[in-house]
């Protein structure tokens, strides 16, 4: 939970537009589109940094996500896949 807390942390350097303390407390009030391109941000790279905290915590290397794959089957290929064979799921 630290590493995710911490590079959540991080993250908030790179968008410092989305960000109250140096845009003022009332940002996210004045200003709906920037609360919501924030929250699709943090809902967007959830799943990547959950899965690269995990994979750290259990000793094995990282998957980077793919881009053929959903948003749903790239969080499971991230966290639990070993070899890098994983099939296309077909509907």
Do not use: C, W
């Not at 200003?31 to 750290?56: E, F, H, P």
């Amino acid at each position: 939970m630290s590493i995710f807390i911490a590079t959540f942390a991080a993250m908030s350097a790179y968008a410092p537009e989305a960000n109250p303390a140096l845009q003022g407390r009332d940002l996210y009030t004045r200003d709906a589109s920037t609360m919501n391109k924030q929250i699709i941000r943090i809902l967007g790279k959830a799943t990547t940094v959950a899965a690269m905290a995990y994979r750290i915590r259990i000793g094995r290397p990282f998957n980077y996500p793919r881009n053929d794959l959903t948003y749903t089957e790239n969080m499971l290929y991230m966290m639990d896949v070993s070899d890098h064979h994983f099939p296309k799921l077909t509907y």
